[in-house]
């Protein structure tokens, strides 16, 4: 693609987008909210999928980190469900009351001279709720979101991801630290490849583009592809990314320099036919 061979070599130039990721990105994840996501998806693991109450818990936990979304760890076991059955029971059901409207946030995007899309895993309907929720509807110029990067919703496993006898709940398969975890027909953070949907979707050159996001993970692929990265939810910056923000409150103190020149944005559209890491496994 355009960008690609210029991944491992970033610029200092100016940037031209702001690419943001949602959950406990643009609210902090001591709302609650995510917390409550975790709930549902291992409610829907059990009540749907039929997967052992007592293993759940450390299930989600191991697919977030293998795949970034449970659901992607999921569709790698073999797991057959309609994702907007599953979207509509994992963020369907959550208290979007827990988040408030966030004027200085608000102000602050409105006020930067450069282009802002969102990048999330999530789906269409829970983002738009997100952000109607904190008053930031006029704030973006676009939303990349699951339905964007997964425009199919396959409702069958088909026989080269069927992973029957390779990953089992148990997860014998991760004992011996050798076996690589199977597919999944999920494309989603932190994977290269949706980065790289992104990156053709919303005409976004990397070199030039800040990425904020809570997940290291998300993060490391980001840099390798030569997008500069800030950690949002903590002051403590790890090797390898280049600023940290307890919150984005503090973006003007730590980059003043994203309010030289000046631009408006755009109405909200959704890419799609254009459109402290906390685990938030939908």
Same mark, same amino acid.
């Given at each position: ?117 969102? #990048?999330?895993? !999530?789906? *269409? ?6 952000? &109607?929720? =904190?008053?930031?509807? $006029?704030? @973006? ?53 949706? #980065?790289?949907? !992104?990156? *053709? ?6 070199? &030039?583009? =800040?990425?904020?996001? $809570?997940? @290291? ?58 459109? *402290? ?6």
């Amino acid at each position: 693609m355009e960008h690609e061979n210029q991944y491992n070599q970033p610029s200092r130039s100016n940037y031209n987008c702001l690419l943001f990721d949602l959950d406990d990105t643009l609210y902090p994840f001591s709302s609650g909210l995510s917390t409550q996501c975790t709930k549902n998806i291992e409610e829907y693991m059990v009540q749907k999928l039929g997967i052992e109450e007592s293993k759940v818990h450390d299930l989600c936990v191991l697919l977030y980190k293998d795949y970034g979304t449970t659901m992607a760890g999921l569709r790698a076991m073999g797991y057959d469900f309609d994702y907007d059955d599953f979207h509509s029971f994992v963020h369907g059901r959550l208290p979007y009351e827990m988040l408030k409207p966030d004027p200085v946030l608000r102000h602050l995007l409105l006020s930067l001279p450069i282009r802002r899309v969102i #990048f999330s895993n !999530a789906n *269409k309907a829970h983002i738009a709720r997100v952000v &109607k929720r =904190l008053g930031l509807e $006029d704030c @973006f110029e676009a939303v990349i979101c699951f339905e964007t990067l997964n425009p199919f919703n396959k409702s069958k496993v088909s026989s080269e991801e069927d992973t029957n006898g390779i990953f089992n709940t148990d997860h014998d398969t991760q004992s011996n630290g050798c076996s690589l975890p199977p597919k999944t027909p999920v494309t989603c953070k932190p994977l290269q490849s949706a #980065f790289e949907q !992104a990156f *053709k979707i919303a005409n976004i050159n990397p070199q &030039k583009t =800040l990425f904020f996001d $809570d997940s @290291f993970r998300n993060l490391q692929t980001a840099k390798s592809m030569g997008l500069h990265t800030v950690l949002v939810g903590s002051s403590h910056r790890p090797s390898g990314v280049d600023y940290a923000l307890e919150s984005l409150h503090n973006v003007k103190e730590a980059l003043p320099e994203l309010w030289d020149g000046e631009e408006k944005p755009e109405n909200i559209t959704y890419c799609g036919k254009l459109a *402290k890491e906390t685990t938030v496994r939908a």
